[in-house]
């Protein structure tokens, strides 16, 4: 007997599914149609797409059998040279580049002109000035320490790096630990890959998770920034180490189990002109759009012309590069919505259809996100790609099979977040528990999703992580075990709840950000004029969850025990979650998914003994419970308890601010 209840697929539906998308159905064809007519143009119909985008392999510096190879595209430019630590910073002939087709330049040197370590720049002249820049294709990019100044840097040891550890395969559901190398920390300083590799990956892989992705690996001159105003794409942020750390870090995820996605930020770039693209050869239209377009009034940005040939080469390398290089898993696409919209999102509210269409869009950059999906996945067939988008722009992560789709594996759930803090400036009594339900699943069928509780936006300075929205002050001093403090309970039994919620929920993926498994305080906030200059907040306090008499360490429990529930359930993430029970007045919410029996109670005060609600026949055991002596809880439940149906009805005891997680079997 199985009451109605019937387990359904996941699984995308295709994308013409949706009757509101029938009206744009040339719409979508045209832009699968943009796509392989810039596929052709790019490869001039000859050889893939994937070995087009190897322009890191021709441009930049290079060692060959005979010496040394450098070239660099600057069409602006009427002369270049090289000069570095191998000739005292002077312009000698010697080292000047040679103009070819197409606004190429090349310099070739012999075997012994360079060495592993000098520091370079390019000094370009064009037409009415000239200017020292650091080359769009450089590897490796240092600062100096004294006087802050950026260069290139010759990286070419005599033994690179060889990756010993093979590629974990991709999980049936991705659990993402969103990191920064530089906060990773508890010290006040900028953590390296090193310590990083060693102390922070042991303790990711330990919680459960099974992809880290790593925020501002590509190198950025402001330290601030987190990572999102790069300069240097084809070098990773030298203050966290070497190109040879950075891989053996990937090589020691891969041996933990672990997958490495990095944030890919192909929306804009720095202004900086000396080490970043910003008038690169006496022009901002090499790289960037002319005028207001080519400049993000809100970032204070710059903005790639994705309709320009070169820029796209210069694209897609870079995503292959990064794969080829450094051996990564794939990329988590920042900025996607102000990609698309010429509006870049700024004040739009997104309330039809008629919005992913029409003159608003960009369609340029629409087509790069397709042909950079097209790229990744041919490279890497196991590569995962996620877009970061607000808007909901229907086939952004179905299959390029479909028209109008644009390929990326998974997109993430941002309006779940948004739920849960707009939840916390309303009466717990007034929580809307069937918006909080339909919020947590509303996602398109014919896409992936990756849902999250939080991320790092909410606590970047100016904002408060949930724990601290929840607890604020009393985090403070109220936080050691066997304190008796009502918005510490409050705050531990929701922060539990939110996560469960969401994980239970969650479309295909799951996403959390560094220490907020166990309730990381307060803020982030890099070091700045503001501040000082200040690391205290932009580090990571892993001493909370490790001391026992805190109570830090039971959310950081609680966080492992569910995703190990999860884990151990194959077919989850192919399961929709069905709705058993919603009741708004007691705040229950109940919903069952690939056999397992999610129950929240939501309310402030009430309890509900004997609470019952219709079940398929089977033994239910209970398999995780919030309020579990062993997370911080009451205990008021029995661990383990076993129950049966009466009359296709299950009876339970809810405590109020409890979650509960039910596994069913056949007798």
Known sequence: MNNGFVRLSNAPVPLAADPYLAPYRGALEERSRRMEHMARRLTGGEGSLADFASGHEYFGLHRTGSGWVFREWAPNAVRIAVRGDFNNWEERSEFEMKPLEHGCWELKLPAGALHHGDHYLLKMEWNGGSGDRVPAYARCVVQDPVTNLFSAQVYAPERPYAFRNPVPPPPAMPLIYESHVGMAQEEPKVGSFAEFRTKTLPRIAAAGYNTVQLMAIMGHPYYGSFGYHVANFFAVASRFGTPDEFKELVDAAHGL??????????????????????????????????????????????????????????????????LDEFHIDGFRFDGVTSMMYLHHGLGKAFTSYADYFGPEVDEDAVCYLGLANRVIHAVRPDAMTVAEDVSGMPGLAASQN????????????????????????????????????????????????????????????GGKSAIFRLADAAMYDAMHVGSQNLEIDRAVAL??????????????????????????????????????????????????????????????????????????????????????????????????????????????????????????????????DSDAAEFGGFALRTPGEEHFPVDSQLRLYLPCRTALVLARRDH
């Open 257 to 322: 189990g672990l997958r490495i996605i990095i944030d890919l930020v192909h929306s804009h770039a720095t202004r900086n002109e000396v080490e970043g693209l910003g008038r690169y050869d006496g022009t901002r239209t090499a790289f960037f759009h002319e005028g207001a377009r080519g400049e993000h009034s809100a970032w204070d940005s710059l903005l790639f012309d994705y309709a320009k040939p070169e820029v796209l080469h210069f694209l897609l390398s870079n995503c292959r590069y990064y």
């Open 495 to 624: 922060h539990k709840m939110m996560r469960l919620a969401t994980l239970g929920t969650a479309g295909h993926g799951y996403l959390n950000f560094m220490g907020n498994e166990f309730g990381h305080p307060e803020w982030i906030d890099f070091p700045r004029e503001g501040n000082h200059w200040s690391m205290m907040h932009a580090r990571r306090q892993w001493s909370l969850a490790d001391d026992p008499k805190l109570r830090f360490h039971f959310l950081a429990d609680f966080d492992r025990a569910m995703l190990k529930l999860v884990t151990e359930h194959p077919d989850f993430s192919a399961c929709v979650p069905q709705l058993v029970r919603l009741d708004e007045s007691a705040k229950i919410v109940v919903f069952e998914r690939d056999d397992l029996y999610f129950c929240f109670n939501f309310h402030p005060e009430n309890s509900c003994f004997d609470y019952g609600f219709e079940v398929r026949d089977g033994v239910y055991r209970t398999v995780l």
């Open 402 to 461: 479909q028209p109008g789709g644009i390929g990326f594996d998974y997109r993430m759930a941002m309006g779940v977040t948004d739920m849960w803090f707009k939840l916390f400036d309303i009466p717990d009594e007034a929580w809307p528990v069937g918006w909080m339900y339909h919020e947590l699943c509303n996602r398109r069928r014919d896409e992936k999703s990756v849902s999250y509780a939080e991320c790092h936006d909410q606590a970047i300075v």
